[in-house]
């Protein structure tokens, strides 16, 4: 999505529609671990996500119940209300959620979004309060809960997520989930998403005994069976001839060079950590 683009998604009503949706899916969430704490649920380009900090991995039955109890709090019809308070104030809300506080320490101190990026101003601290949820955000928001359709929300997968993309926090659990218009827009974005899935070159790959992986060679190294070899073959042979008519000639170098190739080059301070690291033979 280009910046153009999310710049009119924020503005949309689907925006809205999953920026509440996160909310609705947080107080849930609390519910079933009254002990548990929230991080930041934003909408995403299909949907929308929130981060969590739990005492035990959510099973997908969890899921079930909790995407239940969004549908009832949905269906209580309840405002979406802002509030601006200050800093002091929204430590007392959220007193017994470190993550917040952390948050809220950002935006008075140094004008930090909740991934701790500098704001180009400082921004007002606000809440939104829906049913008895409250969360610490900027909005926006529908107006009320009767403004999402309950069965155009749906609960997508769980995942591990570090606490502001640290991997040296905290990993957290991330449940994602779509929202939509209306239950027909969901039916088809998972219609989709399951054509996608049967077009999955992984898959294709097996099914048509083309390639497969092993955990033994390493993940995202294709290990090409006969129908793949001759496939390989064939195109290597169609680039051979289209470079030929076009007067290009092949050369050849080697796989493997010395190090002060990639430094010339000034591809080494930038990409070492990505690279396989420097081979050390005895007597050279």
């Not at 601290?125 to 999402?148: A, Q």
């Not at 796989?255 to 050390?280: C, N, Q, R, T, V």
Request: hydrophobic fraction near 35%.
């Amino acid at each position: 999505m280009s910046h153009m683009a999310a710049d009119k998604y924020e503005d949309s009503k689907l925006y809205k529609i999953r920026h509440s949706a996160a909310h609705i899916m947080a107080q849930a969430v609390l519910e079933m671990f009254p002990e548990g704490k929230i991080t930041i649920g934003p909408p995403i380009e299909n949907g929308f996500y929130y981060d969590f900090d739990l005492p035990r991995n959510l099973t997908p039955e969890d899921l079930e119940q909790i995407e239940k109890r969004m549908r009832e709090i949905i269906g209580g019809k309840h405002d979406f209300v802002k509030e601006v308070v200050t800093a002091d104030e929204a430590r007392e809300i959220f007193k017994d959620q470190p993550y917040k506080l952390e948050l809220i320490d950002g935006l008075e101190q140094g004008g930090l979004d909740e991934y701790g990026n500098p704001l180009q101003e400082k921004p007002e601290i606000s809440i939104y309060k829906d049913d008895s949820f409250v969360d610490l955000c900027r909005g926006p928001h529908v107006s009320n809960t009767r403004d999402i359709k309950p069965d155009a929300v749906k609960l997508m997968s769980v995942a591990g997520a570090y606490w502001r993309g640290d991997e040296h926090n905290k990993m957290l659990q991330r449940v994602y989930g779509t929202a939509w218009e209306n239950a027909k827009q969901l039916k088809e974005y998972l219609w989709q998403i399951e054509e996608a899935k049967k077009r999955d070159h992984r898959k294709l790959g097996k099914d048509l005994e083309i390639f497969f992986f092993d955990e033994e060679v390493g993940p995202g190294l294709p290990l090409f069976a006969p129908n793949g070899g001759v496939m390989v073959e064939e195109i290597e042979k169609l680039a051979k001839e289209m470079e030929e008519e076009a007067g290009y000639l092949r050369v050849r170098t080697p796989h493997l060079s010395k190090e002060d190739l990639f430094i010339h080059s000034g591809h080494l301070p930038y990409y070492a950590e990505s690279m396989y690291p420097p081979m050390e033979l005895e007597g050279v």
